[in-house]
């Protein structure tokens, strides 16, 4: 069974940054691709980074400049970096294991709240 477990919301004016971090228990980790979605009140959940087993990665077309998407495999962990953050970039933030291709199961953390004042 795996957990994911976010940490690193918070509040931030806007032009400022935040680094969001997700630890996976469990040993597929490594195997899977993981990443990061939002969700905005009133509005369905998106995808904003994803990162592959290899290290390739994708962005929304969004965040792509701002946001950086990184994996420490030894530690679990999947990062965050947001920069020049926006009041548009408020949302509950998910991490995401896409276990599908190996298991049949994808996990999800609790979500983390990012709130950018302007």
């Known amino acids: 069974q795996?957990?994911?477990?976010?940490s690193g919301g918070g509040l931030v004016q806007a032009g400022?940054?935040?680094?969001?971090?997700?630890?996976?228990?469990?040993?597929?980790?490594?195997?899977?691709?993981?990443?990061?979605?939002?969700?905005?009140?009133?509005?369905?959940?998106?995808?904003?980074a994803v990162i592959g087993s290899g290290?390739?990665?994708?962005?929304?077309?969004s965040v792509k400049g701002r946001f950086t998407i990184s994996r420490d495999n030894a530690k679990n962990t999947v990062y965050l970096q947001m920069n020049s953050?926006?009041?548009e970039d408020t949302a509950v933030y998910y991490c995401n294991l896409n276990g599908l291709?190996?298991?049949?199961?994808?996990?999800?953390g609790k979500g983390t709240l990012v709130t950018v004042s302007s």
């Open 85 to 87: 953050l926006k009041p």
């Open 16 to 48: 400022g940054s935040l680094r969001l971090s997700c630890v996976a228990s469990g040993s597929i980790f490594r195997l899977v691709a993981v990443g990061w979605y939002r969700q905005a009140p009133g509005k369905q959940r998106e995808l904003v």
């Open 55 to 61: 290290g390739s990665t994708n962005y929304a077309g």
């Open 2 to 6: 795996v957990q994911l477990v976010e």
């Open 101 to 108: 291709g190996y298991n049949g199961m994808n996990y999800w």
